[in-house]
């Protein structure tokens, strides 16, 4: 399987997450400029996806946290580690439990 796939997968994972907790969630063409934008009740969260190998750079974090900033909402990057989601709050650096966004519901 292409990474490419695995990516487009993992990022589906992720929007499926996010529906099924409230959000309408629009998934980027592309992954331009960010993989998923979750929104529920005045609400906003940008989502970057990286699976295990693949790696947020600096440009793309600055851009993600400059996008954020100017929308007034969360940066997170979302990765999978043994099968489990994890979320960090990009502008924080903590990591977001999966029932603080579910709590918000």
């Known amino acids: 399987m292409s990474g490419y796939v695995k990516g487009r997968r993992f990022e589906y994972r ?24 979750c929104l529920r009740r ?16 600096t440009r793309r974090r600055q851009e993600l946290l400059s996008l954020a900033e100017a929308a007034g909402a969360v940066p997170m990057l979302s990765v999978r580690k043994k099968r489990k989601l994890i979320f960090k709050n990009l502008r924080t650096g903590k990591i977001v439990q999966t029932d603080q966004i579910r709590s918000q519901s």
């Not at 005045?42 to 750079?57: N, Q, W, Y």
């Open 14 to 37: 992720v929007r499926d997450f996010f529906r099924k907790n409230g959000f309408v969630v629009i998934r980027a063409a592309q992954s331009k400029p960010i993989d998923l934008v």
């Open 42 to 57: 005045g609400e906003a969260i940008f989502v970057e996806c990286k699976t295990e190998k693949s790696r947020l750079g």
